[in-house]
């Protein structure tokens, strides 16, 4: 088949979405199908697929629509995102005609199910996300390293273990490592503010994958600060 796999976010991004519509192509490919990346929904890409799938329900809206008038009888997959399903599904402003018009829904984590009116969690299924599997690294030794993997935006509250470190006493060895990209300048200086003067947090800013992953794995906790999601 020959699929249009459209995101909010550009495949090359850092952002959840572009990450996962990269991961997806890819699984895509691997299958034995073609699959091409979009950010929305062009002109020329509005004829000449067998199927969509579309990441974010609020934000490729426009480009379900358009595919499903070019294409009535193509299968519409469409992945809701945290971002479309926390808080709800009404207050983030996911359509439902938009819902409808999707042969198959996508949802990240059983309890987003919750979300679906029975009609509508009939077309729906869970799909965990998958992560190779990563080797334990050993841990600094020079303190107790706590990881935070947060891009710099209001929702992730990105901030918050920097707050609470604080409170340490002198005697602590915990120290913080922050990686994640600038999406809020205010945040972006409070961050670089926070990391110049305190000794126990350091933002590092936007780091490659691989780097990430190594912290993750060396790290002795992660901390997930999220409004929505933690």
């Known amino acids: 088949m020959r699929i249009l796999l459209v995101s909010p976010a550009a495949a090359d991004s850092d952002t959840g979405n572009g990450v996962t519509a990269r991961r997806w192509a890819a699984l895509l490919r691997e299958l034995g199908h073609q699959a091409e990346s979009s950010v929305g ?29 070019a294409h009535p009888r193509a299968p519409v ?3 809701l995102t945290g971002t479309d399903l926390y808080p709800d599904l009404r207050s983030t402003g996911v359509n439902p005609a938009v819902l409808a018009m999707a042969s198959r829904l996508v949802v990240l984590q059983p309890r987003a199910l919750d979300q679906l009116d029975p009609k509508t969690r ?21 303190c107790f390293e706590v990881a935070v993997l947060a891009h710099l935006r209001p929702v992730k509250d990105p901030l918050r273990v920097a707050e609470a470190v604080r409170e340490l006493p002198a005697s602590s060895r ?19 503010a926070e990391s110049a003067a305190s000794p126990r ?30």
Do not use: C, M, N
Request: charged share 30%.
């Open 174 to 192: 915990i120290r913080v490592t922050h990686l994640g990209g600038a999406l809020d300048d205010e945040l972006a200086a409070a961050a670089a």
């Open 41 to 69: 929904l062009r002109d020329e890409y509005r004829g000449g697929y067998d199927a969509l799938v579309a990441l974010h329900a609020r934000k490729s809206a426009g480009a379900v629509r358009a595919f499903r008038t």
């Open 122 to 142: 009939q077309r729906a299924r869970v799909i965990v996300q998958s992560v190779p599997p990563i080797r334990r690294q050993a841990p600094r030794d020079d």
């Open 201 to 230: 947090y350091d933002w590092l800013g936007p780091r490659p994958r691989g780097e990430a992953l190594d912290l993750l794995a060396r790290s002795r906790l992660l901390v997930l600060t999220s409004r929505h999601e933690g």
């Open 77 to 79: 997959v469409l992945a």
